[in-house]
């Protein structure tokens, strides 16, 4: 059975930065396509990032340049490191592996001041 546990969100200030963390098990983790999403208060849950099992990333276009998806194979982990916050990137963020659409329980980021 694939499971996904988050963690490292919290509260941070506009122009602050917090790590997302997202460890796999139940999986050949290193043979996977992982994702994030979020999903704003009252709003559907949107893509933000994609990284293959090679390790090459896309992004939200709202993201690119701020966000940077990273895999670790040796620790089973998938990681978001999110810089330069803005207040619309509140939300609960969720990680995915694509091929079982196995999603963890999510963790909450707020942006404010």
């Known amino acids: 059975q694939v499971q996904l546990v988050e963690s490292g969100g919290g509260l941070v200030q506009p122009g602050g930065s917090l790590r997302l963390s997202c460890v796999v098990s139940?999986?050949?983790?290193?043979?996977?396509?992982l994702g994030w999403y979020r999903q704003a208060p009252g709003k559907q849950r949107d893509w933000v990032a994609t990284i293959s099992w090679s390790g090459s990333p896309i992004y939200l276009d709202a993201v690119r340049g701020r966000f940077t998806i990273s895999r670790d194979n040796a620790k089973n982990t998938l990681y978001l490191q999110m810089n330069s916050l803005k207040p619309e990137d509140t939300a609960i963020y969720y990680c995915?592996?694509?091929?079982?659409?196995?999603w963890g329980q999510g963790t909450q980021v707020t942006v404010s001041a």
């Open positions: 995915r592996v694509f091929k079982s659409d196995t």
């Open positions: 139940g999986t050949i983790f290193s043979d996977q396509v």
